[in-house]
């Protein structure tokens, strides 16, 4: 299954943008599917029809979706959420208050990406059309598997090797004990959370089928966004393989007081498209009337794709490379407006941490790196070159290993 995520600044169109592309997609044969992850939902508006937490046919090959997190939250959590809740309610903690600390942060992000996965192995759909909630939700939203695995495999392993060995002996001990004993389905449903998170991750920055596309407006608040976006994105390994710059005033028309401002997009729009190269960058112009039902989205997506199939690979250049070259091995990452002053880089056993202010991105190594320190990190061309001497370092090892032998 293809996955389209649209993403941008609040405003900025990328709803009707995502609309029109599974519209067009739709009309090509595709089976498609468009799913808004924003909790201020919007695509029913778009579409000028009522949408709900399950899929609704839109025409034939479409169908679209406003996801319910909190749907999707009971369903895969509430075994765990009855477990947490008696005991806090034990403890005196009020049941509101009980429920509500039950959940874990951006749990109800993360019940919305478990979807993908089951969409994507129901087989039903050939597209997946996600339109977001504005960059920075999505940015955490997209960053989920990442940066909820850790607690997930702490809840796991001791799921794993402290609960289960031990909750049918201490069952049997006393009702005050086996109160704390938590049942089967709640362990369950933790194992199977956390198996469906490493899914979505692979599912996610697969770059051969999942990419997101830049929604922006040619204003200066909207190209800042859009290229932090574009970073992070690219730290954290997502593929984005176009820009698209909508409501572009028509410069063959007089536009009479906006006139200063048509050539303040155009000032802009040369900016980006030298900023972003070599990313295409799509010009979608500014309409007369709202892009709203069927019609107005079909007209859209024909300016926007005209002849070109919006599920084709429009960039195809990974974010992430591992390179080697003799002795020197290189981690390199496509950090394009990164500030060099903001990145910090170090190694924990087999991992790799690069963090820009408060994004952090963990690669797991190459065996044959793990323990290796880096060389310093360079920038090249926009990207961060983070170099292995192997050589260097084998011979390092060596010699401590002599030592070693020396000492007896």
Do not use: C
Request: glycine share 6%; hydrophobic share 40%; charged share 25%.
């Amino acid at each position: 299954m293809r996955i389209l995520t649209f993403t941008g600044k609040g405003g900025v169109g990328k709803t009707s943008v995502s609309a029109a592309t599974a519209v067009r997609l739709s009309e090509l044969g595709y089976r498609t599917l468009v799913l808004s992850t924003d909790p201020a939902h919007s695509l029913s508006d778009s579409f000028n029809l009522p949408l709900g937490a399950e899929p609704t046919k839109i025409k034939e090959n479409l169908h679209a979706i406003e996801v319910n997190p909190y749907v999707d939250l009971k369903q895969n959590w509430q075994s765990v959420q009855k477990y947490y809740t008696r005991i806090f309610m034990a403890q005196g903690i009020s049941g509101v208050m009980a429920d509500e600390m039950t959940i874990l942060p951006g749990m109800e992000e993360l019940f919305s990406l478990l979807r993908i996965k089951r969409y994507k192995a129901s087989g039903l759909y050939d597209v997946l059309v996600l339109d977001t909630a504005p960059t920075g939700e999505t940015l955490r939203l997209l960053s989920l598997p990442d940066t909820l695995a850790w607690g997930m495999k702490a809840v796991k392993n001791v799921n794993k090797y402290l609960i289960k060995p031990l909750s049918k002996p201490l069952s049997k001990m006393s009702d005050k004990i086996a109160f704390f004993i938590p049942p089967a389905d709640a362990i369950e449903s933790v194992d199977q959370v956390f198996d469906e998170l490493e899914d979505i991750r692979e599912i996610l920055t697969d770059n051969q089928k999942s990419t997101v596309r830049l929604v922006m407006n040619a204003e200066k608040m909207s190209i800042k966004e859009t290229m932090r976006a574009l970073t992070y994105l690219n730290l954290y390994g997502f593929k984005v393989d176009m820009v698209l710059v909508n409501r572009l005033l028509d410069t063959n028309e007089d536009s009479g007081y906006l006139e200063n401002w048509k050539a303040i997009q155009q000032k802009y729009l040369g900016e980006i498209e030298e900023g972003f190269s070599p990313l295409p960058v799509k010009k979608l112009r500014m309409y007369e009337q709202e892009i709203v039902g069927l019609k107005s989205l079909e007209m859209f997506a024909r300016d926007m794709y005209g002849d070109t199939d919006p599920s084709d690979m429009m960039y195809d250049e990974p974010p992430i490379k591992f390179v080697r070259s003799g002795d020197v091995y290189e981690v390199q990452l496509k950090l394009m407006f990164a500030n060099p002053v903001d990145i910090d880089v170090w190694v924990t056993g087999d991992e790799l941490f690069v963090q820009i202010g408060n994004q952090r991105k963990i690669i797991t190594l190459p065996i044959s790196l793990t323990g290796l320190e880096p060389g310093d990190a360079v920038f090249k061309d926009k990207w961060l070159h983070i170099p292995f001497d192997l050589d260097r370092q084998n011979h390092s090892r060596s010699q401590k290993e002599q030592k070693a032998y020396d000492r007896g």
